[in-house]
């Protein structure tokens, strides 16, 4: 039997802050596991280092459902997102070895392909409406079948969902969280017209996504939803905060328009009631957040039952490694429905080397076995971390907003 021999926790910063875990056996074979928590990357890497590693020391890597169930249940305390996040590392990286061990890539350990790729959305944006009707424009030019919209509210700097530049995307902006000014009437005033402007430009040959960001109640949730029907969203996401899952059956009963939660969720607990009640559409988790493939798969599985699909959460600050394991666990699940990708910069590829391809809109993973990422680490080193936070939001009277 080979054993875990060495398990060590790479914190760099290539572009942005990523964890990454990296087991080795006694064989050779080393397998990676992403560990990336946006604003709180050290809680994770700590509890890693700390309380982790220690354990997988000479534990059998083949066992990942026994290594699971060890660190979830033998922690005592459940859930959250630090352990789960750590949790996802360790099981991504052994899948990893699993599929190196077998010469296979992961997808065909998790029973092979129903799909040939996994269609994504992009995330077009602009600083007012002709600046988002011209990214958009960019995303249906590269083929992408479904993006993202999302516009700045006028008198509320700093929206989300906004990029400014070239570059991509990147909420975590600052030293010490940014602090940014929310609307709510301002934003009800301000989106549909600007969705409706893209039907109107770009028509219904594609497939349109909003993000709420958390940020309505569900009365205003369900408004909304109802004065969007007419443009045929693929999603409207995160329309309220999802604490209160029964909070949805009121979305639900004042709209059609489909509803995507769940990119922070960290288990199957925390969707449960809106997967079973059928109070979404599609699922949002991510390998990464929620406990890794052994445990993303399971909530998938539920879902499935329910006729519920899969849209997980694919951000930057989701490293290449995740994003190959979500890949392949995307083209073999039934109720598979989209994944979300955004391109990392330029520099992040001189640290992690994927081999997932884009092609017509839809990422493909390679043949490669395992994961298919290697990880330069020589390079890492040269990108040490720069705490980055997450902005917080805050209404006209001061108090604050869910960002
Ligand atoms: O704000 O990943 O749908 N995608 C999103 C993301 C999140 C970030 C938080 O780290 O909402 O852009
Ligand atoms: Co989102």
Redesign the pocket.
């Known amino acids: 039997m080979a054993t875990i021999t060495d398990a060590r926790v790479i914190v760099t910063s290539p572009g942005r802050n990523f964890v990454t875990l990296k087991i080795t056996t006694s064989d050779g074979v080393t397998g990676l596991g992403d560990a990336t928590l946006?604003?709180r990357e050290l809680a994770v890497a700590g509890y890693l280092r700390d309380h982790v590693v220690p354990l997988l020391i000479g534990r059998d890597p083949a066992r990942i459902e026994d290594t699971w169930q060890y660190l979830y249940k033998g922690a005592y305390w459940r859930r959250g997102p630090v352990t789960m996040t750590a949790i996802a590392a360790v099981d991504t990286a052994l899948w990893d070895i699993k599929g190196k061990v077998a010469g296979l890539p992961l997808y065909e350990l998790l029973g092979g392909k129903a799909r040939e790729g996994a269609m994504v959305y992009g995330h077009a944006s602009g600083g007012d409406v002709a600046e988002l009707l011209d990214d958009i424009a960019r995303f249906r030019d590269l083929g992408y079948q479904a993006i993202r919209a999302q516009a700045a509210v006028p008198g509320t700097p700093g929206s989300?969902?906004v990029r400014h530049g070239r570059g991509v995307?990147e909420?975590?902006n600052a030293s010490l969280p940014d602090e940014q000014m929310w609307s709510t009437e301002a934003y009800l005033d301000f989106a549909p017209g600007y969705l409706a402007a893209v039907r109107e430009r770009f028509g219904f040959h594609f497939h349109l996504l909003h993000?709420v960001?958390h940020r309505l109640t569900p009365t205003e949730a369900g408004r909304l939803g109802r004065r969007l029907e007419d443009l045929r969203l693929f999603w409207m996401?995160?329309p309220t905060p999802a604490e209160l899952q029964e909070s949805f059956r009121q979305i639900r009963q004042a709209t059609t328009t489909p509803i995507a939660v769940g990119?922070v969720f960290n288990s199957i607990w925390d969707c449960q009631q809106l997967i079973t009640e059928r109070l979404i559409d599609y699922i949002r988790v991510s390998v990464v957040h929620a406990g890794g493939i052994t445990h993303v798969r399971r909530i998938f599985n539920l879902a499935e039952l329910y006729q519920v699909r899969t849209g997980s959460?694919g951000?930057t600050?989701l490293s290449p490694v995740s994003m190959a394991a979500a890949v392949h666990l995307d083209v073999t699940v039934p109720n598979f429905g989209v994944q979300?990708y955004m391109e990392h910069e330029p520099v992040t590829h001189e640290v992690f080397r994927p081999t997932y391809e884009l092609r017509d809109g839809a990422l493909h993973p390679s043949t490669a076995p395992g994961l298919g990422v290697e990880m330069d680490e020589e390079a890492a080193a040269h990108f040490p971390y720069e705490p980055k936070y997450?902005p917080v939001s805050r209404r006209a009277d001061g108090s604050v907003h869910d960002w």
Do not use: F, K, S, V
């Open positions: 946006n604003g989300y969902g995307y909420p975590a993000d960001h996401e995160d990119e959460h951000a600050d979300e997450l």
